[in-house]
Each structure stands twice: as C-alpha cells, then as structure tokens.
T-cell receptor, first 109, second 115 residues
Framework: KNEVEQSPQNLTAQEGEFITINCSYSVGISALHWLQQHPGGGIVSLFMLSSGKKKHGRLIATINIQEKHSSLHITASHPRDSAVYICAVRTGYGNKLVFGAGTILRVKS | KAGVTQTPRYLIKTRGQQVTLSCSPISGHRSVSWYQQTPGQGLQFLFE???????NKGNFPGRFSGRQFSNSRSEMNVSTLELGDSALYLC??????????????FGPGTRLTVL
C-alpha cells in the first residue's frame, strides 16, 4: 500500500463545478503539500499545510491530522484549472517529500 | 527574482554513459532537492542538499549522486546509465525557515532519454 493515496485518479468536470480531490496518508508528517503540474512538466506549489485550512483565490485546502486526510477544493472551476494535482507529504526532518500518484483534472467549457 | 533554472532542458544519452544535470536555485535559497518523475513510478525524492551538505537521501542506487556548491547551485550525476533512468529530473529550492517544512519552488526540469 502506498504511503500517500489520492482519489480520484481522473476527474472530468464542467466549467463552474465545485471540485474536490482527496489525499490520505499513512505516515507521520510534518507538513502536506498540494502541487499543480501542467502539461510540459512545470510544477507549482499551491499550498503547504500542517493544520487547519488555507484559501487562495478559488482554491481551498484542508487537513485533518487525526484522520490523516487532506482535501483540495476548487470553486467555480475553469478550463485553465485543467492539470495534474499532486499531494505530497513531508516526513520528518528537512524537505524529503513522498508523493501521491496525482489526480488528472480536465475541466470542459 | 529569477526562478529556479535547470540545464540542460533535454538530454539524450546511451546506456552505460554518465550524465550531469545542473540546478541554479532562487537567489537566497539554500536548500535544493532533486526529484525523478517517470510515468510508472510518478514523482520520487532523490536527495536534498542544504549548505553544501546532503541532508536527506531517497531510495536510489549509488549511481545517483549529487553535490551543492557554496553559491547553492547544485548538480546531480548519474553514472552507468540504464534505460530505466529515462525520466524528467526536477529540482526545487526553498528558503529554510525551520525543520517543519518549506514551500518549494520547482524548476522546469531536465528530460533525460537513455537509448
């Protein structure tokens, strides 16, 4: 079993829909990251969480440390949100990350 | 500020050769991490350097090595290349704020193809 599990693997939504991507992990962590990767490879860090909730524009990330679960929400989705969303956890000291397999999101207009 | 830069962007090598990839972090960042991304295994952590010292290492064979210079620029080297080393190699830099984790800024990656 992978240490970091994401669901769903693939997601197709209509423009304007509310989207949720889930991440569960089985190890102790010091922080959890949500990353976005567009075709061509570039990765952007969206959020780093160790507790609670963060919001940036139409993106919201939450984490429940007790349940070892995090969610990434996209409100009013747009075709430009189409990308791969990756959950990664930091296990202990330094910047060593363990990654989920990613969720491929396609938003249709 | 300029972002993280990686050179070269594309590289083709043959089995048995060695390769060196370079990463220049954002100015002021002292931590550089390297990752390998393949379609089969996804993203995997290779190693992290902080102030010229390897701080963390992933589960990769000794053929994969790296170093960091006093100006925080980092290189990774892969010796005796295998077909399975074909991948996108990403580096990321961060400004260390403590041991709890830092936001990482990723470079565009080097796409290595081993023939």
């Amino acid at each position: 079993k992978n240490e970091v599990e994401q669901s769903p693997q693939n997601l197709t939504a209509q423009e304007g829909e509310f989207i949720t991507i889930n991440c569960s992990y089985s190890v102790g962590i010091s922080a959890l990251h949500w990353l976005q990767q567009h075709p061509g490879g570039g990765i952007v860090s969206l959020f780093m969480l160790s507790s609670g909730k963060k919001k940036h524009g139409r993106l919201i990330a939450t984490i429940n440390i007790q349940e070892k679960h995090s969610s990434l929400h996209i409100t009013a989705s747009h075709p430009r949100d189409s990308a791969v969303y990756i959950c990664a956890v930091r296990t202990g000291y330094g910047n060593k990350l363990v990654f989920g397999a990613g969720t491929i999101l396609r938003v249709k207009s | 500020k300029a972002g993280v830069t990686q050179t070269p962007r594309y590289l083709i090598k043959t089995r048995g050769q060695q390769v060196t990839l370079s990463c220049s972090p954002i100015s002021g960042h002292r931590s550089v991490s390297w990752y390998q991304q393949t379609p089969g295994q996804g993203l995997q952590f290779l190693f992290e350097y902080f102030s010229e010292t390897q701080r963390n290492k992933g589960n990769f064979p000794g053929r994969f090595s790296g170093r960091q210079f006093s100006n925080s620029r980092s290189e990774m080297n892969v010796s005796t290349l295998e077909l399975g080393d074909s991948a996108l190699y990403l580096c990321a830099s961060s400004f260390p704020s403590g041991q709890g984790g830092d936001t990482q800024y990723f470079g565009p990656g080097t796409r290595l193809t081993v023939l």
